[in-house]
């Protein structure tokens, strides 16, 4: 029992599994041409941006960002030696003064102050994760970052033995952001492919669907639409030139069979015609009632042969109140 059950599954079986799992999937596409066509216009392009956007995320913006958070956690751990080191006038005014000019950095003592409460980190925390790796593995110290507070700053804070370091760096000393454009640039370029290819599509798709409009208004004894005619790509209109190709034959045709049976109805009815004037010749009898109701059931024939006749020469379809 265990060999069979440990058996690998047959052809069969594999096929049978592949066919529901396809059919699953179908059942939850769009069923219109149009939709159809979107989606396989829409998804490359998705899967393309996406691993473009991935692999840019990965490898570039990732990258820049923390060489740049680098440079700039050096710079602080460089001042922080000098401050600890190196005596300075009471209020640090020369390495403020050589912070700012110098590193691009605005910085202040405040000593006997205490980190306030951790921030909660924002949704994409690139920078706080990549900058905050960079605190703990150059300093070492007890820190508190604020990248969302002020837009084009962050506000880095470090506690010192005698009390708190603020830092005050740029967005951009720490941070790819020209990295966006890149993003804005692949997206809106996208969008204007996009539309360009919808608008493109709809022109595509129009013949097909008056192809099908006009189709169904034939098989439903209507007449086609007025403005249909051969349009679109070369395969649309051979299919529509092929579809009114095959609508006047089976016009022709049924034209032929409504002249053949009205010709055979009209000389039915002269004979007809004849046997009634030849039995009201005879005398009244048992016999000649029951030729005369013969008459008058293949006369009732022939009617219904002729209003069949009449139907398929072109009746006009309307609406009908049936109760």
Same mark, same amino acid.
């Given at each position: 029992?265990?060999?069979?059950?440990?058996?690998?599954?047959?052809?069969?079986?594999?096929?049978? &599994?592949?066919? #529901?799992?396809?059919?699953?999937?179908?059942?939850?596409?769009?069923?219109?041409?149009?939709?159809?066509?979107?989606?396989?216009?829409?998804?490359?392009?998705?899967?393309?941006?996406?691993?473009?956007?991935?692999?840019?995320?990965?490898?570039?913006?990732?990258? /820049?960002?923390?060489?740049?958070?680098?440079?700039?956690?050096?710079?602080?751990?460089? &001042?922080?030696?000098?401050? #600890? +080191?190196?005596?300075?006038?009471?209020?640090?005014?020369?390495?403020?003064?050589?912070?700012?000019?110098?590193?691009?950095?605005?910085?202040?003592?405040?000593?006997?102050?205490? &980190?306030? !409460?951790?921030?909660?980190?924002?949704?994409? +925390?690139?920078? +706080?994760?990549?900058?905050?790796?960079?605190?703990?593995?150059?300093?070492?110290?007890?820190?508190?970052? @604020?990248?969302?507070?002020?837009?084009?700053? /962050?506000?880095?804070?470090?506690?010192?033995?005698?009390?708190?370091?603020?830092?005050?760096?740029?967005?951009?000393?720490?941070?790819?952001?020209?990295?966006?454009? =890149?993003?804005?640039?692949? /997206?809106?370029?996208?969008?204007?492919?996009?539309?360009?290819?919808?608008?493109?599509?709809?022109?595509?798709?129009?013949?097909?669907?008056?192809?099908? !409009?006009?189709?169904?208004?034939?098989?439903?004894?209507?007449?086609?639409?007025?403005? =249909? #005619?051969?349009?679109?790509?070369?395969?649309?209109?051979?299919?529509?030139?092929?579809?009114?190709?095959?609508?006047?034959?089976?016009?022709?045709?049924?034209?032929? #069979?409504?002249?053949?049976?009205?010709? /055979?109805?009209? @000389?039915?009815?002269?004979?007809?015609?004849?046997?009634? &004037?030849?039995?009201?010749?005879? !005398?009244?009898?048992?016999?000649? +009632?029951?030729?005369?109701?013969?008459? @008058?059931?293949?006369?009732?024939?022939? !009617?219904?042969?002729?209003?069949?006749?009449?139907? @398929?020469?072109?009746?006009?379809?309307?609406?009908?109140?049936?109760?």
């Amino acid at each position: 029992m265990d060999a069979i059950s440990d058996a690998p599954p047959l052809p069969h079986e594999r096929r049978s &599994l592949y066919r #529901r799992i396809t059919g699953a999937i179908g059942d939850q596409m769009p069923k219109g041409l149009y939709a159809r066509a979107l989606i396989i216009i829409i998804a490359p392009m998705v899967l393309l941006q996406s691993v473009l956007t991935f692999v840019f995320l990965e490898r570039h913006w990732q990258m /820049v960002t923390r060489r740049l958070s680098t440079v700039t956690v050096q710079n602080i751990a460089m &001042l922080i030696d000098i401050y #600890r +080191d190196f005596p300075q006038d009471p209020d640090a005014e020369t390495l403020i003064r050589l912070a700012d000019s110098d590193l691009g950095l605005r910085i202040r003592f405040e000593p006997g102050e205490e &980190l306030p !409460e951790a921030n909660s980190r924002p949704f994409f +925390d690139l920078l +706080d994760t990549t900058l905050s790796d960079e605190l703990t593995r150059q300093i070492g110290r007890p820190f508190w970052i @604020d990248t969302v507070g002020r837009s084009n700053f /962050v506000d880095i804070r470090i506690k010192l033995d005698d009390g708190v370091m603020h830092v005050l760096a740029r967005r951009s000393q720490t941070y790819a952001s020209n990295s966006q454009i =890149f993003l804005i640039w692949m /997206v809106g370029t996208s969008l204007v492919l996009l539309t360009v290819a919808i608008l493109f599509l709809r022109n595509q798709i129009k013949p097909i669907l008056r192809l099908s !409009e006009a189709a169904e208004s034939f098989g439903k004894g209507r007449p086609p639409p007025d403005d =249909f #005619r051969p349009r679109g790509a070369r395969e649309v209109r051979q299919a529509a030139n092929a579809f009114i190709e095959m609508r006047d034959r089976i016009e022709r045709h049924v034209e032929q #069979r409504t002249i053949m049976l009205a010709g /055979v109805s009209h @000389d039915l009815r002269t004979v007809l015609t004849r046997f009634n &004037l030849q039995l009201a010749l005879f !005398e009244e009898t048992p016999e000649l +009632d029951a030729l005369r109701a013969d008459v @008058d059931e293949m006369q009732a024939m022939l !009617e219904d042969y002729m209003a069949f006749a009449k139907g @398929d020469a072109g009746e006009e379809i309307v609406r009908a109140d049936i109760g």
